[in-house]
């Protein structure tokens, strides 16, 4: 829906940078994770995912007034990858040592990036408003993170399993929100006439 927003509008007024660069990287640390562990389902939906990110990151960059701190986003995000990259293949030499500190590191990664939507939490109670929470992004989070909970379950990959339950947590919590104080209940205030 941003990518539709950006096109329908060419303007990222209202859109965030920071959730595809996250995202981006995220499916970028899973890719090399399902490379070392010879994993093509993670391979595949993480190919996918990586491609898709960087095409919102392009699309961002291309209508973004304020070119320079997404280029400079994007760079460190690549600087950081390629760091992780070196330190991967290159310091750490046991394939099984690296797929456990590599597993760690997306874990970490996927739980933080599933825990940001919840930043705004205060605000959402506040202003009884969820005007900033994404409802088809919140269903897409529920069945993503519940897939690859399941996945990882059937594997046996704690690395795969653990990372996604806050992801079906947050989403919960996201729908009560949108439960709590629907879209539509929202009202502009109107000074009072006297």
């Not at 927003?5 to 990287?25: A, C, G, H, R, Y």
């Not at 919102?56 to 760079?75: D, F």
């Not at 379950?153 to 729908?175: A, C, E, K, W």
Request: aromatic fraction near 14%; include cysteine.
């Amino acid at each position: 829906s941003d990518l539709r927003q950006m096109l329908t509008t060419k303007s990222v007024e209202n859109i965030q940078f920071l959730p595809f660069l996250t995202t981006d990287v995220n499916n970028l640390s899973w890719l090399g994770y399902g490379c070392l562990k010879q994993d093509w389902t993670l391979i595949t939906v993480n190919s996918i995912g990586a491609a898709l990110q960087t095409l919102y990151i392009l699309a961002y960059l291309y209508y973004s007034p304020n070119k320079r701190p997404v280029l400079l986003r994007s760079l460190l995000l690549l600087a950081v990858l390629a760091a992780g990259y070196g330190y991967f293949t290159i310091l750490v030499a046991d394939t099984r040592t690296r797929l456990v500190r590599l597993g760690l590191f997306c874990s970490i990664f996927t739980i933080s990036m599933y825990l940001s939507p919840l930043a705004d939490l205060a605000k959402i109670v506040r202003t009884k408003s969820t005007c900033c929470l994404s409802f088809p992004l919140t269903i897409t989070t529920f069945l993503a993170s519940t897939s690859w909970t399941l996945y990882g379950l059937q594997l046996h990959d704690p690395y795969i399993m653990v990372p996604n339950m806050p992801g079906i947590v947050t989403s919960v919590v996201r729908f009560w929100l949108f439960w709590r104080y629907p879209p539509g209940q929202d009202r502009p205030y109107r000074p009072l006439h006297t």
